[in-house]
T-cell receptor
Framework: QQPVQSPQAVILREGEDAVINCSSSKALYSVHWYRQKHGEAPVFLMI?????EQKGHEKISASFNEKKQQSSLYLTASQLSYSGTYFC?????????????FGKGTKLSVKP | DAGVIQSPRHEVTEMGQEVTLRCKPI?????LFWYRQTMMRGLELLIY????????DSGMPEDRFSAKMPNASFSTLKIQPSEPRDSAVYFC?????????????FGDGTRLSIL
């Protein structure tokens, strides 16, 4: 089943922080985060495996809450280059990424 | 290193015509995925291959869609006959499965418009 992302869209001023959530109705094995700019391909940000870990990429980090079946992406001190649509992909069990299902995305706009 | 290469980048054709989308995965990757992206449904997996073998095609919408991977460096997605509702951006992605935490690398996509 498709994970649910929230919010659907967010507008920030440069330097502000944002949190994007990704929730699954089933137990999560891993969560994959991608960013897509308009007219371009999705670009990989990070993968988190169950275990409540946190990972970081530039000023972007993420957490994985196995109990809540949820992952959150944190963008701190946002930059104009962070604008784009953020997708989470949820794997409910291990094995091939053929079982990876993407959410509908969160559109992030960073204004000067 | 070359990334995933898709062709054509744009395709405009009339309803009923055959459409063939092409993908060259990253060398050394053993899994290939075809996705369709629309505003309504987001990024949907159509089919994926592992070691050139189709593993799961349950996402293929209809028999009008078919995909092949004759070798490790080439895959095609074919729509015959095409319909206006097939209009979307089609992405191909590849990864190496066998090592943990390997990301999928996406091609630039084919923007398909069926008139």
């Amino acid at each position: 089943q498709q994970p649910v992302q929230s919010p659907q869209a967010v507008i920030l001023r440069e330097g502000e922080d944002a949190v994007i959530n990704c929730s699954s109705s089933k137990a999560l094995y891993s969560v994959h985060w991608y960013r897509q700019k308009h007219g371009e391909a999705p670009v990989f940000l990070m993968i988190l495996l169950k275990g409540g870990e946190q990972k970081g990429h530039e000023k972007i980090s993420a957490s994985f809450n196995e109990k809540k079946q949820q992952s959150s992406l944190y963008l701190t001190a946002s930059q104009l280059s962070y604008s784009g649509t953020y997708f989470c992909g949820a794997q409910n069990y291990g094995g091939s990424q053929g079982n990876l299902i993407f959410g509908k995305g969160t559109k992030l706009s960073v204004k000067p | 290193d070359a990334g995933v290469i898709q062709s054509p980048r744009h395709e405009v054709t009339e309803m009923g015509q055959e459409v063939t989308l092409r993908c060259k995965p990253i060398s050394g990757h053993n899994s290939l995925f075809w996705y369709r992206q629309t505003m309504m449904r987001g990024l949907e997996l159509l089919i994926y291959f592992n070691n050139n073998v189709p593993i799961d095609d349950s996402g293929m919408p209809e028999d009008r869609f078919s995909a092949k991977m004759p070798n490790a460096s080439f895959s095609t997605l074919k729509i015959q006959p095409s319909e206006p509702r097939d209009s979307a951006v089609y992405f191909c992605a590849s990864t190496y499965e066998g090592a943990s935490r390997q990301p999928q690398h996406f091609g630039d996509g084919t923007r398909l418009s069926i008139l």
